[in-house]
């Protein structure tokens, strides 16, 4: 159970429950994936290493927010702080036709999303894509 891919797989595939449920009785089920392509933004924050994170988002894009160690009181969302010192309060995950659409919901959805010292790496993830993946014309 990787973070990520986890949270991107239990999004993007239709049948996950047959599979982990055939897997564990030695039969192999193909993956069925709702789209060919996926983008996982992680989603981090200093001051969440030693106090409880309140993190903000639209509910609009509730379905595109993975939130781990979370806690929902009076109608908002905190992450726990760990003992083992984790800046990690959650990820953006969409999925689309074309990477190129996967950036754009990517971005929407981080316009919806605040919180105290959020930061993302979403630059470069944008170059990794564009400067390395772009070039095999097939990933675009």
């Known amino acids: 159970n ?4 986890s949270e991107l797989y239990t999004t993007m595939m239709t049948n996950l429950g047959d599979v982990i449920y055939y897997g564990s009785i030695g039969e192999l089920i193909e993956p069925k994936y709702i789209s060919n ?6 989603l981090h924050s200093e001051f969440a290493l030693k106090n409880y994170y309140n993190i903000y988002f639209d509910n609009s894009i509730r379905d595109n927010i993975f939130l ?6 009076n109608d908002k969302y905190y992450i726990v702080p760990q003992e083992f010192c984790n ?4 990820s953006i995950v969409v999925y689309g036709e074309s990477v190129s ?3 754009r919901k990517v971005e929407k959805c981080l316009s919806k999303v605040d919180g105290i010292g959020l930061e993302t790496n979403i630059e470069r993830a944008k170059y990794f894509i ?4 772009i070039k095999d014309k097939n990933f675009y």
């Open 2 to 5: 990787g973070s990520p891919p």
């Open 37 to 42: 392509f996926g983008m996982q933004l992680k």
């Open 68 to 73: 781990p160690y979370s806690c929902k009181i």
């Open 87 to 90: 800046n990690y309060v959650g």
């Open 101 to 103: 659409e996967c950036i």
């Open 130 to 133: 564009e400067e390395i993946l």
